[in-house]
């Protein structure tokens, strides 16, 4: 099935906040934190801790992170984590009961750090924060080569429940092309030791469209993934994002994408025969890119809402969440702007206030609210929508809810009161979620400069 000639392009970005990073902009009156959070519920917060370090950068990946830690640098940079911890439960006081209800550590590769730096990002989580990593859901990042016996162990025993490895491809050629050197021997071992810490949910990362890549190779990898059991996968579509590996290959990643309408199609054959060959094999489709095993047990909280509870973002990668302000720090991709922003954090001693963010006014919040639900499998309960905001989503986004039905990209037989995506409308979210930023959010992201 090909996409209708009055859509946007299926790959046009990977929407997983809103607003996107791009967005932000210091903010002048670098607000202070406990003003910020002063009136937030604060019963069921998500925490999250940003370690922007790797051994190598895939050649695809634009993500906060660098290469290595010269100069005890991690040293460091966890001693300004433990400053910002600090400062940020301060901020948040002792009017109203502070509880977390979920906790991650990405990056980067959290498990860049050795053991005992682990144990010290989770007493950091717990004795700073307050956390009780043991009682709710904890997710870890992890790679084939930093996956070590006694990284796993420390992160078992301190209560993960969900380790997340990016895998990418099975098939070496393939990696090799996605610029991330690994061996699949190296792989399956590391896969080995994460089954071995009885963690209760081992999550596999895929890519899709790397050059080279057909159905018959596509499928080996989902089989290779498949032979683990995992109870949860990710399927990515490959982007070339300028400053990357690839995109440096390139011309620029617009010149990429504009004469390669191919490319296009190509990933939408990927996508949907491993959406389908998922299906086949007892999954069920979460988002476009999540895929669950039906038979794996529930581990999510039941009183965390991503539309409306607020999260506390720890390292200079991360991001906050209040009902009014998304912040963080200065965000890059080039090499040398990340290393100069993570020197500038380990540095840092005053981490009362808000340097970088954007305001989030009521209309924003409402775009966020629909973004965030309608890409999921499950929809959005109109009267949710309803009970939030006192409007109806059918009437606030009649003009982009029109658009997605005369593409086939609602779902009309959902039952009464559901705002759903049909199965292709979730095969094209990466160009239906743009099409529901604000102008003022869209004209901010058009105007920042990479860096």
């Known amino acids: 099935m090909s996409t209708p000639t009055d859509a946007p392009r299926p790959y046009r970005s990977y929407v997983y906040a809103y607003p996107h990073k791009t967005a932000y902009r210091p903010l002048p009156d670098r607000p202070s934190l406990a003003a910020l959070w002063a009136g937030e519920p604060k019963d069921a917060l998500s925490l999250y801790a940003h370690i922007p ?75 700073r924060m307050g956390a009780d990593l043991r009682a709710v859901p904890l997710s870890v990042e992890t790679s084939p080569a930093t996956a070590t016996a006694d990284r796993l162990a420390v992160l078992a025993e301190r209560g993960a429940t969900r380790l997340s490895i990016g895998v990418q491809s099975f098939v070496e050629a393939e990696a090799r092309a996605a610029v991330r050197p690994q061996r699949r021997a190296d792989v399956e071992a590391a896969l080995g030791r994460i089954r071995d810490t009885g963690v209760p949910v081992l999550n596999i990362d895929l890519i899709y469209g790397i ?42 990643a617009e010149a990429v994408d504009a004469a390669d309408r191919e490319w296009d199609e190509q990933r939408l054959r990927l996508y949907r025969h491993g959406r389908d060959h998922l299906l086949a094999h007892g999954y069920e489709q979460v988002s476009m890119r999540m895929f669950r095993r039906a038979d794996a047990a529930p581990l999510g909280p039941d009183d965390y809402a991503c539309q409306t509870d607020g999260m506390i973002g720890l390292g200079c990668g991360a991001r906050s969440y209040t009902s009014a302000l998304h912040y963080s720090f200065d965000y890059a991709v080039g090499m040398p702007e990340i290393r100069r922003i993570i020197d500038a954090y380990a540095g840092t001693d005053d981490f009362s206030r808000a340097e970088v963010g954007r305001r989030v006014d009521g209309g924003e919040a409402r775009r966020r609210h629909l973004l965030q639900s309608l890409l999921q499998a499950e929809g959005m309960p109109l009267d949710g929508y309803t009970a939030r905001f006192g409007g109806s989503a059918l009437t606030d986004f009649a003009g982009e809810l029109a658009r997605f039905e005369q593409r086939g990209w609602l779902d ?15 095969a094209h979210s990466d160009g239906l979620g743009p099409e529901l930023f604000s102008p003022a959010v869209s004209a901010a992201m058009a105007a920042y400069e990479t860096k």
């Open 211 to 252: 050059d080279g890549q057909t159905v018959a190779s596509w499928r080996r990898s989902l089989d290779a993934a498949l032979a683990w059991r995992p109870e949860e996968l990710y399927l990515y579509p490959l982007y070339v994002r300028p400053l990357t590996g690839l995109g440096r290959k390139a011309a620029t």
């Open 412 to 426: 009309t037989d959902a039952p009464a009161g559901l705002l759903r995506l049909s199965p292709e409308g979730l």
């Open 53 to 127: 370090f790797c051994e190598v950068r895939c050649g695809f990946c634009n993500l906060f992170t660098r290469i290595g830690a010269p100069d005890e640098l991690t040293t460091r940079y966890l001693d300004a984590l433990d400053r910002q911890a600090s400062a940020v439960r301060e901020a948040l006081g002792d009017t109203a009961p502070v509880r977390f209800a979920t906790a991650a550590f990405g990056g980067g590769t959290p498990t860049f750090l050795t053991a005992g730096e682990l144990e010290r990002l989770c007493d950091i989580a717990e004795r």
